[in-house]
């Protein structure tokens, strides 16, 4: 008798007292494994709403399924974040049956990540956007069916967006840029990595408008010209700049990137036509640089590596200048003499 008046001050007060503790640092995973447990363990979890406020599917299979099941339960009403990440079987269908029976879970949700679900189209993206008038991030990177049309769904359903990723969406256009740039112009953060069809005139509409950009993320996009990144120094917020393979960037419009003040990570790879006067550049106007890759730029000297230690000795603890073949002094040796907090040497490989 005693042995079971134990037991039951354990299930009733020690249990929860430590679940409460221990859950908070558990995966999503390993919190739906201990519901299985034990009754007490399963009511002590389920009573603790904020371990509920996210949904991670990444890279399972019957994802759509499992979605639909989990909205379902009383326990993810009030969810916040749900990552579909590379996750397999699930497509425009499933986001429409969320629309018509669980909209209702989705009316906090804050981030949904997309990346890689191939199947889901501008169909799926109305479905979806319509149920979470909250949304602040959206990432449907390598999306190869999505089109503005999409888009146009999106900035109609959600009024908050503050975070973009739109990495590898091949069939954006200047459409979708002007969208963005008319309604998200509190945005903090745009990739627009190989979205081919951008040109010039809708980058530009995007710097203009979308002044609060701490990130943007241009990378792989060749068909830009110094007429966009000119305007690239209205961004006073701006963070984090990734020009790789940025072939018509001349050293104009690399200073004017300059006036970037805050800038701390600098994407420059194989940015051809950039030569020390860029770089000087900025050198002088960002002085909190922590990375920077000058990786296959030909057209440097050491002359910009002793302008930046001059300027950005004690920040930089990355720096890549492999293939620069006019920089002499780039060994290990000699960028710690000029860097000396420098940690990672190669970014590119």
Known sequence: MEGEEQTSVWN????????????????????????LLSPWLHRTLISYPSLWLSID?????????????????????????ISLEFAQDIDDGHLEVIKRKCSGSLQDLESLNLNGCQKISDKGIEAITGCCPKLKVFSIYWNVRVTDIGVKHLVKNCKYIVDLNFSGCKHLSDKSLQLVAD?????????LTRCVKMTDS???????????????????LSSFTDDAYKKISVLSHLRFLDLCGAQNLSDEGLSCAAKCKKLTSLNLTWCVQVTDVGVIAIAEGCTSLEFLSLFGIVGVTDKC???????????????????CIGIKRRSRDDLLKLFPYLRCFKVHS
């Not at 809708?202 to 792989?220: M, P, T």
């Open 305 to 323: 590596l002793e302008a930046l230690s001059k300027s950005c000795a004690n920040t930089i603890t990355t720096l890549d200048v492999n293939g």
């Open 12 to 35: 009733k007060e020690t249990v929860p007292k430590v679940m409460k503790i221990v859950s908070t640092r558990l995966s999503q995973r390993d919190l739906i494994s201990l519901l």
């Open 57 to 81: 599917l990444r890279e399972m299979n019957n994802a759509g399924d499992r979605l639909i099941a989990a909205l379902s339960l009383p326990r993810y009403q009030h969810v916040k974040q």
């Open 183 to 191: 309604n998200y112009q509190e945005l903090e953060s745009l990739n």
């Open 202 to 220: 809708g980058l530009q509409q995007v710097l203009i408008k979308c002044s609060f950009l701490q990130s943007l993320n241009l990378y792989a």
